[in-house]
Each structure stands twice: as structure tokens, then as C-alpha cells.
């Protein structure tokens, strides 16, 4: 049932990984786009598109009540729009060629896809979150939709550069239909046992417990996506070795991948709290290296890259569970999983916008030039790419230590 379940999360992450990684610098490079146009025009569209999340997530809820097939249906229709916007991205018209058509179509079409995308996330995180259970069980419910959504970074990391973007569009239209069909052989779980008025319609900004795993979640977030969005430049200007990113995307993933059995395990022992605190300790220790590489490093950043995906796999599978657990607490379980999923993916889309929106025009302001001067270029990177995101991630684990303090139940490890 697991694996049924979490299979949509391949194509889904299909998707996130070329808009949030691979876009910004394609139109950079190949249609010669300004750094602070793109990053302001993702920083506006993504905001857009997290300000309807919560909304979408009310609607996800009353269509999860109206019963499986309808769910179904829509997330077959959000599927198909975001299939259609991710082809578009890639594929401009001759007629959008100019740089001001260009910015147009590029935020016309990641705004469709970003729709397709919000609507098909929110729905499918909820229909596991419904599973309710115990810190364990709630942790095999997010691992599998994680390990499906890693087997499609992975995909996605290598397919643009080896078959080309139209093979990698195809391979996402036939892993979408593949994910639905398994969906809809997957139950939905609920409803739960009916629970008191006043917690029914319960707002996720009432959650005081929400709320602190949601400051938590934020600040983790943005310290994994400013590297992710730098990664291009770091690579090019820094390692000088373009060739080997997909190696090092791959590297890194595959290390998530393999170390979530080993979180699940230790989750089991430990608890949630205390494996993602090793993880985020781990993450900064590992990633501080990073400010001492240079050109030709490639074989310490691959070891950086897969010590980095080791700790990765609990950013994945705990969060997740968490929330599961904080949802079930509020006694909302079957009834609002949509709602604080909503806010849930929204807070996700605002790391991923202010790692586009700030980190490059951050990166521009401290000398980086595409193809300027190779020792300003490394400077930049360094306080951007290396020092910047271990700062957060020391922020988020303080903030994880203080907030766990408050609610005790976090640490249980059964």
C-alpha cells in the first residue's frame, strides 16, 4: 500500500527539480536573461502561487469528504495542467523570443504549471496525512512518497543533459499517468471518529504546535534551496566542472535515498526531534567545507555532496511526520489535513522563492558576473552558497531545540 501511495511523488518531483534548479540558469545561459529579472520574476510568480495554496487546501479538504473518485478526478485534471505548463516552459514559441515576450511567457507558463503542481501536492500529502498512526508509521507514509519523489530527481537530474528536454517532458507525462493509476488503487484512509465542533474548523494559525514547526520547517527549508539554486553557478564558476553536476545531483539524491531506511530506523530508537537535530548538526558540519573548495575540487565536493544527501533524508521523511502527529493533536484528523497542508506547501514555496528571489540578486550584488572575472565570481559564491546556508541551518536548529522544549510530545519515539 506504501508504495502505491507514494509513487505520484516521482512526477511531482519531476517537476520541482528542473523549475527550482535547472530553469533559472537555462534562461540565463541559453536565451541570455538578466539574474535580477529572473530571480524577480520567480520571486513574484512563486509568491502568487503560495498565497492560493491555503485556499486550495480548504477546497482539497471538501473534496477529500466528498469521497475517493472525486479526489481522484481531480488530481487527474491538476495533473494535466501541470503537464502542459512544464512543456511550455521549455519549449517558448518563435514569437516569444524576444527578451521582453520571453519573461512573459516564462511567467505565464511557470504560473500554469505552478497551479497544476499546488493543487496535485497539496491533495496527494493529504491523502496519506489521513493515515494517521503512530511516529513510525507516520514516517513510512512521508519515506514513501520521499523515496518515489528522490527516484524522480534523480530522472530529472539526468535526462535534460543526456536525452535532451524532450525526452525528459515524455518521460514525465508517462510517470504522471503511471502515479494516478496507483493512486487510484490506493485507499484514502479516513474518516476518523468525529471530534467536537470547536476542533473540526479549527484554523491551522489557532495551532500554536503548527505554527512552531512551521517557523522550523521554514528556516530548514531555505537553507537546503539557496544551495540548490546556486548550484549551477557554484559548479561553472567555482569547480570549473560543468560535466559533473548530474554526478553530483545524482550523488547527492541517491545518499538520501539510501539513508532513509537508516532515519527510519534511528526515528524508531531516537525519536523525530532528536534524528532531524543529528541531521541539521551534520548538515552544517558537512557543508562547511564547501567555502574552502576551488577550482578542480570535484572529488571534495562529491564527498560533500553525499555526506549533504545523508542528512537530507531526514529533512525528507521528519518534517512531514511531524506534522502528521500535530494534525492528529489538533483532533482534525479526516476532516482539515487540506488546510494545514495548504499553509504547509505554501511555507515550501516561500523557501524556494526567497532562495530564487534573494539568493541571486544577493549573488549579483556581492560581484558575480556570468563569465566575469573568475576570483570575484568565487568570492560571491562563497558567502552565498557556502557560508550563507549554514547560518540558517544553525538558526533552524536552535529554533527546533527551543520550540521541542514547549511541546514534549514531539520527542516521543513510539
Not at 562529491?302 to 483532533?331: E, K, N, R, Y
Not at 557560508?387 to 521541542?404: G, I, N, Q
Request: proline content about 7%.
Amino acid at each position: 500500500m506504501y508504495w502505491r501511495y507514494g509513487l505520484l511523488g516521482l512526477s511531482l518531483a519531476f517537476v520541482s527539480l528542473p523549475l527550482y534548479v535547472t530553469l533559472p540558469h537555462h534562461y540565463a545561459s541559453l536565451h541570455a536573461l538578466p539574474l535580477e529579472s529572473i530571480g524577480a520574476l520567480l520571486l513574484a510568480t512563486r509568491l502568487a502561487d503560495a498565497a492560493i495554496d491555503p485556499w486550495l487546501g480548504r477546497w482539497i479538504d471538501r473534496t477529500l469528504q466528498r469521497g475517493q473518485k472525486p479526489a481522484w478526478r481531480l488530481a487527474c485534471c491538476a495533473g494535466l495542467a501541470m503537464a502542459i505548463g512544464f512543456v511550455a516552459l521549455w519549449f517558448p514559441p518563435a514569437a516569444a523570443q524576444q527578451p521582453g515576450h520571453l519573461l512573459i511567457w516564462l511567467g505565464a507558463a511557470l504560473t500554469w504549471t505552478c497551479l497544476g503542481y499546488s493543487v496535485l501536492s497539496i491533495l496527494h500529502q493529504a491523502w496519506g496525512t489521513r493515515w494517521g498512526g503512530s511516529a513510525q508509521q507516520r514516517t513510512r507514509v512521508v519515506a514513501s512518497r520521499e523515496l518515489a519523489a528522490l527516484a524522480g530527481v534523480l530522472v530529472a537530474s539526468a535526462l535534460p543533459s543526456v536525452l535532451g528536454l524532450p525526452a525528459t517532458s515524455a518521460v514525465l507525462v508517462l510517470a504522471l499517468l503511471v502515479g494516478l493509476l496507483t493512486l487510484k488503487q490506493t485507499p484514502l484512509g479516513g474518516p476518523h471518529p468525529p471530534q467536537a465542533s470547536t476542533q473540526r474548523h479549527m484554523s491551522p494559525w489557532q495551532c500554536l504546535p503548527f505554527l512552531s514547526l512551521l517557523a522550523v520547517f521554514v528556516l530548514n527549508g531555505m537553507a537546503s534551496a539557496i544551495p540548490a539554486t546556486l548550484l549551477p553557478f557554484f559548479v561553472q564558476e567555482t569547480l570549473g566542472a560543468p560535466r559533473w553536476q548530474p554526478l553530483f545531483l545524482i550523488s547527492y539524491f541517491l545518499a538520501a535515498a539510501a539513508a532513509m531506511p537508516l532515519w527510519m530506523t534511528l526515528v524508531r530508537r531516537w525519536g523525530l526531534v532528536r534524528c532531524w537535530q543529528l541531521a541539521m548538526l551534520g548538515a552544517v558540519l558537512t557543508f562547511g567545507f564547501v567555502s574552502l573548495l576551488g577550482p578542480g575540487d570535484t572529488l571534495g565536493f562529491w564527498l560533500v555532496c553525499i555526506s549533504s544527501g545523508v542528512h537530507f533524508g531526514a529533512d525528507l521523511a521528519i518534517p512531514g511526520a511531524l506534522l502528521t502527529g500535530v494534525v492528529m493533536q489538533a483532533g482534525v484528523s479526516g476532516q482539515a489535513e487540506g488546510r494545514f497542508l495548504g499553509w504547509w506547501t505554501a511555507a515550501t514555496k516561500l523557501n524556494l522563492a526567497l532562495a530564487a528571489g534573494l539568493a541571486l540578486p544577493l549573488l549579483a550584488t556581492a560581484g558575480f558576473v556570468q563569465g566575469g572575472s573568475p576570483t570575484a565570481n568565487q568570492n560571491a559564491l562563497v558567502w552565498t552558497y557556502g557560508v550563507l546556508p549554514c547560518v540558517l541551518k544553525l538558526l533552524s536548529l536552535a529554533a527546533l531545540h527551543f520550540t521541542s522544549q514547549r511541546f514534549p510530545s514531539w520527542k516521543d519515539p513510539s
